[in-house]
């Protein structure tokens, strides 16, 4: 477009002005809003003095009265007067004086402070600090330089101030001096008092406390615990910051019905590893009059070497994964140790992988430590020392995919449990296929070859000392994708319809009298429907002629993408029965029709979703495994998850496990109506609001509850209430309950056991009232 001038007649004929064209506005970075000011940049910033009147001599002094206001950088002051004398670099400032910089804001009477060096002080000041929100008032203030600053005689909360000269916040700390360093992010309190609702609660000589999330050394808060099996818990936990890369944890912990457990973790994280240790020692155990102990080591690296390079290797990686612990009855006795310790079967496992071009290699060692119950003995599973493992693969060669799988295992155990011998084994599988790939289909024909090598260290009961096994498999994969544009409940989605067929055809070979080492049964899923063998692992092959029909219908976003919803079903017809079984007990799968497989999964709105598994037998009219759960979490704060879990007997109609599970968080301030804003992040004080949590599991076979978590936690802003009891079931007739209960001072410290990590691991979407993602901007409390 061209612009044109237009005559005056025009203009006061009130013609408009043709628009003209204006080059779009472009944002860039600046140096000027960097959230830190480098010190080499800071001392040449200008000064800007702004005031009703301005007086002085050029390059020595300015006096400054009426809405007197100095500016540099990241700091600005405010007052009635302000005086600023050049030479020293010195201003002083009377009269409703306030001092803002980078966000940390301080008001008073009177305020002198060189403002290069930050060196000064402020008498009577009321303060704000920007990183953990915590506000106060002093007697004074002394500024050591841009870093560091002592209050005297000071109180401080983080409690948002309130008009009225009555305002006492819920949660005050008072104390006769406090440092505050923010290069190391640590205030150090001394003959502190920490009060809540007017009532002392801890009398502290010595206290730090940090002011944002970085790391400090030193005592965390004490944390108390009560509990059936343990009694009256009390641990005093020691961080200690050893580099900003490495770090540890003690963790002393009195038992009241026990003794004293020492507790301790190290982790570190460098360029090309990281790991994780954590060691408990219970020295002479009341429980059990005996010395206790859990291991517990994670590790990971990647690895440079002359060798790597030797071979043409890349991504060369090492894992270790270690768990040990002192006796069989760890598991149950220490049901809030780490993940990997509270099981029954702990692996030690210790692994080297690395690929060269189309090939990827593995060599692993594995081992288990087994916690036998007398009341429920289980048989331990094989340890792998070691495992060597290779595999060739090759894409789109002329339109062929194949791949080379080879395997060699020695596997070792005690032989009068497994009742089998152990053995080295040698398995090999050859793969080749050709897909046919198109935007309406797919079709893919693909042949395996799979031999397998044993050598016992003991004969088997045909009295054979090595066995060899080889077996063909071929299968066709083929599909069909159809779409078209449609309208459901007024919503325009794209709908496709996805039949597929899976023919797979295995010649039967009995291995009855095979070990079995590593293999197990598939569930019916489905994912593993459309699987070539019946079977995980590398002891069974299933013998196959069978036909799997299945069809998917999806309703998808047109513009997105995301699916609405999904809607499947699938069936196996067996032409020939299954003769290869996992036991010798087990009833091979007969000839015919299998059970029918029905899926849904429903997500039409983000608050919304359900998904259903159903597998039913036609012949009985009967399910045989169901799975329903719903999710509705419509905000903030605000999550409802339920499940329902059905697992009939195989070839018999009891019922062998039917549970419903139902997690939450909600507001309680909901069910009577009052639906306002989450305090969510702020520091507000006033009603506050009360949330319910919890999640149960309970056996409807049994008839009863199997683990239950039951607790409520208040938010007033400034200070938060959790109160959370827990009940787990360690046997069929034995079960630990605890009760933890946490008093948070937002922006302080944490009292009590804190229920955090129990509430996360165990109630879908639940959300911590307070995460902060990012600290705060200095941007956002800008003068």
């Known amino acids: ?132 929100d915590m506000n106060g008032e002093a007697d004074r203030v002394d500024f050591i330089d841009d870093q560091r600053a002592v209050i005297t005689h000071a109180s401080m909360t983080t409690c948002r101030r309130l008009p009225g000269p009555d305002w006492m916040p819920d949660w005050i700390l008072r104390a006769t001096s406090i440092s505050m360093d923010n290069e190391e992010d640590v205030g150090t309190a001394q003959g502190a008092l920490l009060s809540f609702k007017g009532v002392p609660l801890l009398p502290i000589p010595y206290l730090t406390f940090p002011l944002s999330d970085k790391r400090k050394s030193g005592l965390m808060p004490p944390t108390l615990g009560l509990d059936n099996v343990n009694g009256v ?22 038992m009241s019905k026990r003794g004293v457990n020492l507790g301790s973790e190290f982790r570190y994280l460098e360029a090309d590893y990281s790991g994780q240790l954590r060691l408990d020692l219970m020295p002479s155990d009341l429980l059990r009059d005996s010395n206790r102990w859990g291991l517990s080591y994670a590790h990971q690296a990647t690895l440079k070497s002359d060798l790597t390079n030797y071979f043409s290797a890349s991504g060369m990686a090492l894992s270790l994964n270690l768990n040990r612990v002192s006796d069989d009855n760890y598991w149950r006795d220490f049901t809030r140790s780490e993940a990997s310790l509270t099981q029954r079967l702990l692996s030690n496992d210790a692994a080297l992988t690395w690929s060269n071009g189309n090939f990827s290699n593995s060599v692993r060692m594995l081992k288990w430590q087994t916690l036998q119950d007398v009341t429920a003995p289980i048989v331990p599973p094989y340890d792998r020392v070691p495992q060597l493992a290779t595999r060739y693969a090759r894409s789109n060669v002329n339109g062929f995919d194949f791949s080379v799988d080879a395997d060699y295992t020695q596997f070792q155990s005690n032989s009068t449990l497994t ?97 079995n080492y590593d293999s197990g049964s598939n569930d019916f899923n489905f994912a593993t429907i459309w699987a070539e063998n019946a079977f995980v692992g590398n002891d069974r ?38 003769n290869v079984t996992l036991l010798k007990t087990d009833a091979p799968a007969v000839s015919g029709i299998s059970d029918l497989l029905l899926g849904a999964a429903v ?169 902060q993602t990012s600290p705060p901007s200095r941007f956002s409390n800008y003068d």
């Open 1 to 132: 477009m061209q612009a044109t001038a237009l005559s005056a007649q025009e203009l006061t004929q009130g013609a408009t002005p043709p628009v003209q064209d204006v080059a779009p506005v472009v944002l860039k970075s600046s140096s000027l809003l960097q959230e830190q000011i480098p010190d080499d940049q800071r001392s040449a910033l200008p000064t800007f003095v702004y005031g009703e009147r301005i007086f002085g001599r050029p390059d020595l002094e300015t006096v400054v009265e009426g809405n007197a206001m100095l500016r540099r950088g990241d700091m600005v002051i405010k007052a009635d007067r302000l005086e600023y004398d050049q030479p020293t670099d010195l201003a002083k400032a009377t009269g409703q004086v306030r001092i803002n910089r980078a966000g940390n804001v301080y008001e008073g009477p009177l305020l002198e402070l060189k403002l290069e060096a930050f060196e000064g002080f402020f008498n009577q000041p009321r303060f704000y600090f920007l990183k953990n």
């Open 233 to 254: 818990e009390v641990s005093v936990p020691y961080y200690w910051n050893i580099a900003p890369n490495r770090d540890a944890t003690l963790t002393p912990t009195f």
């Open 419 to 515: 009742l089998q011998p152990n053995a080295q084994r040698a398995f090999s599988r050859l793969s080749v296929s050709h897909p046919w790939l198109a935007p309406a289909g797919f079709f893919t024909p693909k042949l395996q070859l799979n031999a397998t090598q044993y050598q016992f260290d003991t004969p088997l009961t045909n009295g054979d000392s090595a066995a060899n096994r080889a077996l063909p498999t071929f299968s066709l994969d083929t599909g069909l994708v159809f779409e078209r544009d449609a309208n459901f409940f007024g919503r325009a989605l794209r709908q496709t319809l996805e039949p597929r067929a899976f023919y797979v055809n295995t010649p039967y070979r009995d291995q009855s009298l095979l070990p």
């Open 541 to 578: 092959i299933s013998d196959s002629n069978l036909l799997t029909l299945g069809l998917t219908t999806r309703l998808l976003n047109p513009d997105t993408g995301a699916e609405v919803a999904r809607f499947g079903v699938a069936q196996r017809l067996r032409f020939t029965d299954q």
């Open 603 to 771: 997500n039409w709105d983000p608050k919304w979703a359900f998904d259903a598994t159903v597998q039913y037998n036609p012949t009985t009219r009967e399910s045989v495994s169901s799975t329903l759960g719903a999710r509705y979490n419509p905000g903030l704060y605000r999550a409802l998850t339920a499940a329902y879990r059905f697992q009939r007997v195989a070839s018999a109609t009891a019922i062998a496990s039917e549970q419903m599970d139902i997690g939450w968080q909600w507001p309680v301030n909901d069910l009577w109506g009052d639906k306002g804003q989450d305090l969510g992040a702020g520091r507000g004080q006033g009603e506050g609001r009360w949330y319910s949590v919890g999640r149960l599991n309970y056996s409807m076979d049994e008839g009863r509850l199997v683990n239950t978590l039951l607790g409520f936690e208040y938010d007033a802003g400034c200070w938060l209430g959790r109160v959370v009891l827990e009940q787990l079931q360690v046997s069929t007739t034995a079960a630990t309950q605890r009760i933890m209960f946490q008093l948070e001072f937002v922006g302080f410290t944490r009292l009590g056991v804190s229920p955090l990590k129990t509430l996360k691991d165990n109630i879908p979407s639940y959300q911590y009232l307070r995460e």
